[in-house]
């Protein structure tokens, strides 16, 4: 009786191949392995009508968060008002997501993107508020406000700066001319030759602005403002946190910070659901 059984070829496999000359054998850089992505938490509470004044703010909340996804202006809401149990189911309904922002200055405040995108929880002296738009207003207000000035084309040469004066050039053209709406206007450094003298004389010459962006994924994302108008640091890093992405951006707030308006509008179905939940 005739099978229809072969054997394999030969040469083909793991181990079927001779190794490299000096013995080493290629091995591959390790990829990401997490991700954030939403899921629902529905805080463990028993119904109890001290509780309505969360409830009833969570519902506001909502509702500014589908307002803002057509376009209205940013709402915040003060929490100092909240007893603690009425605060603490706020912090835990909230949750943490993957935007964190830093406005330095007087008073510093650090505003925390929850688990809902365009939901912002901002903490620092006097406030303890949650702001519902794309981006905290605090962090368009402060971005451009000068920590280190911005010294330009003045900033003197040390040995070594070769291409960053004409990028110089190019973002302060682009800085000078930018006009709210404007499309985006980016500078790779990582496609472009660029010396550790160069950086470092971009960096004095731009300055440093009042904000500080971290938004984590695949990686993470860190944004800075610079102390010239309209002109961001964006940096992307892989999650062995090795630099992969190094530009320059001018515009009025990178994308990578803004809740887009179907996010918020999720946001708002989502937080509706878990109050739902908690009902």
């Not at 054998?25 to 954030?36: G, H, N, S, T, V």
């Not at 009833?56 to 709402?75: D, K």
């Not at 915040?76 to 406005?103: C, H, K, Q, W, Y």
Request: include cysteine; charged fraction near 20%; proline fraction near 8%.
């Amino acid at each position: 009786m005739v099978n229809n059984f072969h054997l394999p070829p030969t040469g083909y496999g793991p181990g079927s191949q001779p190794a490299d000359e000096d013995g080493q054998q290629l091995e591959y850089m390790p990829m990401p392995q997490d991700m954030r992505t939403y899921s629902a938490h529905i805080p463990d509470v028993a119904p109890d009508e001290a509780l309505a004044p969360a409830l009833r703010l969570l519902q506001e909340i909502a509702a500014a968060a589908q307002a803002a996804a057509t376009g209205g202006a940013n709402a915040r809401f003060d929490l100092s008002t909240l007893d603690p149990a009425n605060r603490a189911l706020i912090a835990e309904t909230m949750g943490e997501g993957e935007v964190a922002i830093r406005a330095h200055g007087i008073p510093a405040i650090a505003a925390q993107e929850s688990v809902f995108a365009g939901v912002w929880c901002l903490r620092g002296a006097d406030t303890d508020v949650i702001e519902v738009g794309p981006v905290p207003d605090m962090a368009r207000a402060r971005a451009f406000v000068s920590r280190r000035p911005a010294t330009g084309g003045l900033t003197p040469k040390q040995p070594g700066v070769v291409n960053a004066p004409p990028l110089l050039g190019e973002l302060l053209d682009k800085s000078a001319g930018y006009r709210a709406g404007d499309a985006v206007h980016v500078i790779n450094l990582t496609l472009l030759p660029h010396t550790e003298q160069d950086l470092d004389w971009l960096d004095a010459a731009l300055g440093t602005g009042s904000v500080d962006i971290l938004s984590r994924g695949y990686g993470n994302c860190r944004v800075t403002a610079t102390g010239q108008a309209h002109v961001w640091r964006v940096q992307f890093f892989n999650s062995m946190d090795t630099l992969i992405l190094d530009t320059f951006e001018v515009t009025g707030m990178p994308e990578v910070a803004i809740a887009a308006p179907e996010d918020l509008g999720d946001s708002g179905a989502r937080i509706l659901e878990v109050l739902e939940a908690i009902r």
